[in-house]
């Protein structure tokens, strides 16, 4: 049987449904019906007598017949009730509204045997089911109904007829279409006919289902056993073909690459490292710069994403690597998101290396002038520009370097780091890339999204930083947290207020923030309070950064345009207004601004009082936690990862229908090392055994559903 079928030759399925199906849930073939897979089952092996049934039970089934119908009550009150019976005890179906009550009296009738399917309530101390499933008793039999698939419906659907149930119909034809029988070690199995995708070898190794029964089971299990082994079977199916192409292309790629050679650790580096670095590096952080050495000293083009928590000390790690680029007689540049960060970074770069003959330039959109901006690219263009420091100026078609050799990029969680490289790429090598990024990324989402990629990971602070204590206010409560800003403020320190700015409500936004800006003022009428936000102009916004940065002003009301990288060690406030406005990532981001000092700092989160379930686990976990990959993972498991943007790098345009990166952590792992296992054993993917396995990958790569190759 051809799964390419389309699905108008299935049995029940005409035109009409056909459109429905293929515009509503994408289905359109045999295929990619045996694809849709329930989202639950309802065991019913079992029937119960009316005697045993409580309010509390989920769904239970009763085989029985009507005694009688009763129709009551008049408008929106009308209801039918009919009265049923096992044999021995009664109690009520109901159905309401007009159009149900119709169906119902023209469907059911006395004296037939049915089995009642539904949730049981009580009702003037009756067991009741409202609109229950009804079959006749024998068009149903115990043995083979089992555990009853649930798909998932749209709206539109339902109200064409077309409801779990009646998928359930549809699938169950096909089911007879597809299916074999066969034996195995003595049992009888149905299975689908369908060709294996998986190697023999792998599926003895991880004892996994073959593919045509798990097919079968993942709709009609024989048992709540045989379900959890069909579904291990299609989650690792699905996260190994992902994890599959990511391994052979990051081979492919790494086969190919040629990047330059960083032969030498010269005397930039190890001057600065013996002679200006003013403290000890952390334990990670010389950790990562051993990584970096490893990869920038290999002849190929490094690709490496560095997490690291907020001041974790990522930027320390880039100048020094910057070193050893200059110690090879290479350039390096520094890209920031915004014009701040890139002056804050060029400002810390040239403290760090005053005393050392390096040049770092800077070029931002806000460098124009011939006369300032010519020294500059003619710099870069011969050379004596060492380290150029900006925001996306630098990859602009004016900025040539004589031989860049390593780009690092700030807070670029949001670009594929592969992509990056190519902005330089230009004629010759492209340089080194090294990612900063301060959202952590969990794991297993890396590993399929940045697949490709190199990761380190910096997952220490630099010793003596008091953990940042974070608590929760309700709004009605201004007089203890006024009380709080005054007391940090006569002990010399500053104060974040920050509130939410999102386009769709940015009026109402702006409106807030203004409030709340006169609010402090009156408060404090003896402190100086800076404002900030989207709407000034770049060189307001500056001027007044610049006066809280300087210390002339003690509390700073802004909106989000804080949330990347500056750096006021000494605000040790930040009071985040609306905090159920704000996801976990942008949260810990924003705390982030705080706490880089030695002082002990402050997050408060207010809200409002009323709060949904989710909103307050993400302020507890907020205030349980200060690490970010804990909270990145919180943030996985509420948000899921379909939000998360650059799925497209695993190559396959996936959606997973089964696994779950955030829960099923432990089969990715279990398809990564599988994955690499295959390419040690198979690089050239020639193996005969494998065969069928390649031509899937292929297959699934393409995007579009060719059932083909496994009919
Ligand atoms: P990140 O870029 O990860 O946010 P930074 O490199 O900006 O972190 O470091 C934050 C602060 O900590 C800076 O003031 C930096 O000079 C300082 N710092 C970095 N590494 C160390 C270290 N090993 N010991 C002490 N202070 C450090
Ligand atoms: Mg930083």
């Not at 009741?128 to 039999?141: Q, V």
Request: aromatic residues 8%; hydrophobic residues 40%; glycine residues 6%.
């Amino acid at each position: 049987m051809d799964l390419s079928t389309p699905l108008t030759y299935l049995p029940g399925v005409g035109p009409k449904r056909a459109e429905m199906l293929e515009k509503e849930l994408r289905l359109r073939t045999f295929g990619d019906l045996l694809y849709y897979f329930p989202y639950k089952h309802i065991d019913r092996t079992r029937l119960f007598y009316i005697h045993e049934l409580t309010a509390d039970m989920p769904f239970v089934q009763v085989k029985g017949e009507i005694l009688s119908f009763e129709e009551e009550g008049v408008g929106r009150k009308r209801h039918l009730t009919a009265h049923f019976t096992d044999g021995r005890h009664v109690m009520d179906l109901v159905w309401f509204q007009a159009a149900a009550i119709k169906w119902a009296r023209q469907q059911y009738h006395l004296g037939t045997e049915y089995i009642v399917f539904g949730r049981p309530t009580v009702f003037n101390g009756r067991i009741n089911i409202a609109h229950p499933d009804i079959d006749p008793a024998e068009s149903l039999s115990l043995s083979s109904m089992g555990l009853q698939p649930y798909y998932h419906t749209t709206e539109k659907m339902k109200k064409s007829g077309l409801d779990s149930r009646s998928i359930e119909r549809l699938t169950k034809t096909l089911m007879d279409k597809l299916t074999v029988h066969s034996t195995f070690e003595d049992q009888d199995y149905t299975t689908v006919a369908v060709n294996e995708t998986l190697p023999q070898w792998l599926i003895t190794r991880h004892s996994l289902m073959p593919l045509g029964q798990s097919l079968r089971a993942m709709h009609y299990p024989l048992s709540a056993d045989e379900l959890r082994r069909a579904t291990y079977r299609q989650k690792f199916e699905e996260l190994f073909f992902i994890q599959l192409n990511i391994v052979r292309y990051t081979r492919e790629r790494q086969a190919q690459s040629r990047g330059h050679l960083f032969r030498i650790v010269g005397d930039y580096f190890n001057t600065f490292y013996k002679d200006y670095l003013p403290f000890q590096l952390t334990g990670a952080q010389k950790r990562v710069i051993r990584e970096i050495r490893a990869d920038t000293g290999s002849g190929k083009q490094m690709n490496r994403l560095l997490q690291g928590d907020v001041g974790s000390g990522k930027t320390l790690v880039a100048l020094m690597t910057m070193l050893i680029a200059l110690d090879n007689g290479y350039q390096a540049c520094l890209m920031a998101p915004t014009e701040i960060l890139a002056e804050q970074h060029a400002a810390t770069f040239r403290e760090f290396l005053k005393d050392m003959p390096v040049r770092v330039e800077l070029l931002t959109g806000a460098v124009t002038g011939k006369k300032r901006r010519d020294p500059i690219l003619e710099g870069v263009a011969d050379g004596s520009v060492q380290i150029l420091i900006g925001t996306h100026a630098l990859i602009e078609d004016s900025v040539v370097f004589r031989n860049l050799g390593l780009a690092v990029i700030d807070e670029q969680h949001r670009f594929g780091v592969a992509q990056r490289g190519k902005l330089w790429k230009k004629n010759t090598l492209p340089p080194h890339v090294l990612v900063m990024t301060a959202t952590p990324i969990p794991r297993t989402l890396a590993m399929t999204l940045y697949g490709d990629l190199d990761v380190s990971v910096i997952d220490e602070l630099p010793p003596g930083r008091k953990p940042i204590e974070t608590l929760h206010f309700w709004e009605e409560r201004s007089e203890s947290l006024y009380r709080g800003i005054r007391q940090q403020v006569s002990l010399g320190r500053q104060v974040y207020v920050v509130y939410p700015l999102i386009k769709e409500s940015e009026k109402i936004d702006l409106q807030n923030l203004e409030e709340g800006y006169a609010l402090l003022c009156n408060t404090f009428p003896d402190l100086k309070i800076s404002k900030v936000h989207g709407q000034m102009k770049p060189a307001d916004k500056d001027a007044e950064m610049e006066r809280f940065a300087s210390g002339e002003t003690q509390i700073l009301v802004a909106t989000t345009v804080i949330e990347v990288g500056v750096n006021v060690p000494n605000a040790s406030v930040m009071i985040i207004q609306n905090a159920e406005r704000f996801g976990l990532a942008q949260l810990h981001q924003l705390r982030g601004r705080v706490g880089r000092g030695a002082e002990q700092s402050y997050c408060i989160l207010v809200t409002k009082y009323k709060l949904s379930k989710e909103t307050k686990s993400r302020i507890q976990i907020m205030c349980e936690t200060n690490d970010g990959f804990e909270i990145a993972e919180a943030d996985l498991r509420q948000r899921g990862p379909g939000d998360l943007e650059g799925t497209q790098q695993s190559g396959i345009a996936f959606d997973l229908h089964v696994a779950n990166l955030a829960r099923d952590g432990q089969l990715v792992q279990l398809a990564r090392d599988t994955a690499n296992y295959v390419l040690d054993n198979d690089p050239s993917q020639s193996l005969p055994g494998n065969a069928p396995m390649w031509r899937r990958l292929y297959e699934l790569t393409k995007n579009e559903m060719d059932w083909s190759n496994i009919s």
